[in-house]
Nanobody, 122 residues
Framework: QVQLVESGGGLVQAGGSLRLSCVASGSFFTINTMAWYRQAPGKQRELVSSITSGGNTRYADSVKGRFTISRDKIKYALYLQMNDLKAEDTAEYYC????????????????WGQGTQVTVSS
């Protein structure tokens, strides 16, 4: 089993910044792609940004140029630096990890954190 614990959410004014963190713990072989998703009230969960084990990144168009994803493979940590926050960034943010439990099998299992709330006041 793998546990993902997020932190760093909070209330910030528009134009401000926040840094989200996610730390993985438990028993596993390795972690492949990690990602941040968000879900606003009444909306579907959406991908914000992802980063592969090799460091390749993807961003939703709505956050490009404002958010930066990074990871620390030694600490099994994932980060999201969010700058120039807007009211539409208000959502619950979730950490996601694609985890391999075996050195023999390439199969992955998805894990989710409990979420951290980001509220941007305009």
């Amino acid at each position: 089993q793998v546990q993902l614990v997020e932190s760093g959410g909070g209330l910030v004014q528009a134009g401000g910044s926040l840094r989200l963190s996610c730390v993985a713990s438990g028993s596993f072989f390795t972690i492949n792609t990690m990602a941040w998703y968000r879900q606003a009230p009444g909306k579907q969960r959406e991908l914000v940004s992802s980063i592969t084990s090799g460091g390749n990144t993807r961003y939703a168009d709505s956050v490009k140029g404002r958010f930066t994803i990074s990871r620390d493979k030694i600490k099994y940590a994932l980060y999201l630096q969010m700058n120039d926050l807007k009211a539409e960034d208000t959502a619950e943010y979730y950490c996601n990890a694609a985890v391999r439990h075996s050195a023999i099998s390439v199969g992955e299992r998805d894990y989710w954190g409990q979420g951290t709330q980001v509220t941007v006041s305009s």
